[in-house]
């Protein structure tokens, strides 16, 4: 089930709504376990065959985090992440790994063309590091099945993150204070969630018209290339800031509240600075995870730079099975590196304005091969914006021209979520902006594209 659909915003949210703090109201467990039936029902509305895919992962992995309860063993930990690793890297990477192979040996190796189940990138994850502190011994509690459950399959996030950690998710279903409804967190929560989907609709699926466009013709144009991917730039931050926006204005609804993801990341007057601020919770994991497992940056120079690069590396094949999103994670990889040594141990810095602006169009230059499907595309791409066939201007569109001034608009004067939730109030002018986005947003479903995160 899909969050901009008639579906979803007329009949699944409401009734969940509704009957969740009915039950809760009563008993915790029963309104607990209705969330997870409600959102094993909308994973599944995709393909009820991922069903089985989600519930054999939840329960093998607590019967691992069982096990090592019991017995601080390593070789319980290691064999629950390699499990982990197997499930995700059979659906994400087996076909992946078959090409390749194919292609440096010459094999003949047949494809499954395996199709991805949603999701599993973001709670697999989120299982590995609750394993990680479960060894650690760094939870706050020991919490009930239907917790963890919760934990893992809440719909709001289940598909595309936030990546949440164990105690910040389940510690507040623990909680008796958020077993009754909240009409400012209902209120608060549709205002985001209004917000979230404006976006989605009203931005990315319009910026991926002229991206989709323009990466297929790669008309050679100067003006149509760079257009094509500051477009592709703007779709992709607010299709998965917009869902990140719409899944922490629900769990807000049920007095839930979700990490941010995003915190006005084009404005980074660094790649360090961009990377605290796109995919927060990503980063998160994958400096708890990894980098800093590797060493950090407590291992000299050279090390740290190569923690960087192998972190990066990571990052990029956990985006997609295509050295396409390895080469975009090694070029963030190589950037965090040259910036560490320019501002570490050179001790240079750009003035405020410039480094937003060298940065903002680095990241621009970084989505490049991310979007491309090959790396003819991506040259192509490039090409056209550096060494283009064509220096015609070909003519301005008013829709397009006002599409980008708003998407530069909402970048540069709009708050992140995190702080207009902070600062929000139920007066009737919010109560009105949310109704409006969310009412005229659904004029616009016909023309609704996936979103981009799904595919991860």
């Given amino acids: 089930m899909l969050f901009p659909t008639f579906t979803f915003i007329l009949g699944f949210l409401p009734v969940t709504?509704?009957?969740?703090?009915?039950?809760?109201?009563k008993n915790s467990s029963a309104g607990r376990i209705w969330l997870v039936a409600a959102s094993l029902v909308f994973y599944s509305w995709f393909n009820w065959s991922y069903f089985f895919i989600i519930a054999g992962s939840i329960i093998g992995n607590f019967i691992i985090a069982e096990l090592l309860y019991r017995k601080r063993s390593m070789l319980i930990f290691v064999a629950g992440i390699v499990c982990n690793v197997l499930l995700l890297g059979y659906?994400?990477?087996?076909?992946?790994?078959v090409e390749n192979v194919n292609a440096l040996f010459r094999t003949s190796w047949t494809l499954k063309n395996i199709l991805l189940p949603l999701g599993i990138s973001f709670f697999t994850f989120q299982q590995i590091s609750f394993?990680?502190?479960?060894?650690?011994r760094t939870l706050q509690k020991r919490y009930s099945f239907i917790n963890y459950c919760l934990f893992v399959c809440f719909f709001p996030q289940l598909i595309a993150g936030p990546i949440v950690l164990p105690d910040e998710m389940m510690s507040q279903f623990d909680n008796d204070k958020n077993r009754n409804p909240d009409a400012g967190n209902i209120a608060a929560g549709l205002y985001v969630f209004s917000l979230g989907l404006a976006k989605k609709i009203l931005l990315a699926d319009f910026f991926a018209v002229i991206a989709d466009n323009g990466f297929a013709l790669c008309s050679?144009?100067?003006f149509s290339t760079w257009g094509c991917v500051l477009a592709y730039m703007f779709q992709i931050y607010f299709d998965f800031s917009g869902y990140c926006d719409m899944a922490i204005g629900i769990a807000r609804m049920f007095n839930i509240q979700l990490p941010v993801n995003f915190n006005a990341p084009y404005l980074a007057e660094n790649i360090s600075d961009f990377w605290r601020k796109w995919h927060i919770t990503l980063g998160r994991f994958l400096m708890s995870s990894i980098y800093i497992p590797l060493g950090g940056s407590r291992a000299g120079k050279f090390r740290t730079c190569g923690n960087l690069l192998i972190t990066f590396f990571i990052s990029g094949l956990w985006h997609g099975a295509s050295w396409m999103f390895v080469l975009w994670g090694m070029i963030h990889g190589t950037a965090l590196t040259i910036h560490r040594v320019w501002s570490k141990f050179l001790g240079f810095s750009l003035p405020k304005i410039p480094a937003q602006i060298v940065t903002f169009f680095f990241v621009m230059l970084a989505w490049v091969p991310f979007r491309a499907e090959n790396w003819s595309k991506t040259r192509d791409i490039y090409c056209g914006m550096f060494f283009p066939a064509s220096w015609k201007f070909p003519g301005a569109d008013i829709k397009n021209i006002l599409l980008f001034a708003a998407g530069f608009a909402v970048v540069i004067f709009f708050k992140p979520v995190c702080e207009i939730e902070k600062r929000f109030r139920p007066t009737w002018f919010n109560?009105?902006?949310?109704?409006?986005?969310i009412v005229f947003s659904m004029f616009f479903f016909v023309k609704y594209s996936p979103f981009i995160y799904f595919n991860f």
């Avoid at 709504?17 to 109201?25: D, N, R």
């Fill in 431 to 437: 109560a009105t902006i949310s109704t409006g986005l």
């Fill in 220 to 222: 050679g144009n100067v």
């Fill in 91 to 97: 659906f994400k990477y087996y076909d992946f790994f």
């Fill in 131 to 136: 394993l990680q502190q479960v060894y650690s």
């Fill in 17 to 25: 709504i509704i009957v969740y703090f009915l039950l809760s109201g």
